[in-house]
């Protein structure tokens, strides 16, 4: 069964951190290029950030950039989202999703004090 699965959300207060997990199977994780896309309550999707298949070209929203760190570990079949100095804007239902067009459930953030 080809999925993507979420994990690792929750509620943190401004300026902590979290960090995201992706675990992907029933397909060649290594292939695809990787992303994580994000929704905020009553709007739109956002794209975050993405990885290239083998993990050394990254690229971000300049919302995020300096602040978030995507990587992968192709052994693991496992994606990763490090999330630090969060804001709450930040928060958001997190998807990622592979390139062939695959899409997880989400994992949801909040960021509040």
């Known amino acids: 069964q080809v999925q993507l699965v979420e994990s690792g959300g929750g509620l943190v207060q401004p300026g902590g951190s979290l960090r995201l997990s992706c675990a992907a199977s029933?397909?060649?994780?290594?292939?695809?290029?990787m992303s994580w896309v994000r929704q905020a309550p009553g709007k739109g999707l956002e794209w975050v950030s993405e990885?290239?298949?083998?993990?050394?070209?990254?690229y971000y929203a300049d919302s995020v950039k300096g602040r978030f760190t995507i990587s992968r570990d192709n052994a693991k079949n496992t994606l990763y989202l490090q999330m630090n100095s969060l804001k709450p804007e930040d928060t958001a239902l997190y998807y990622c999703?592979?390139?062939?067009?695959?899409w997880g459930q989400g994992t949801q953030v909040a960021v509040s004090s």
């Open positions: 999703a592979a390139s062939q067009g695959i």
């Open positions: 990885i290239n298949s083998g993990g050394d070209s990254t």
């Open positions: 029933g397909f060649t994780f290594s292939r695809y290029y």
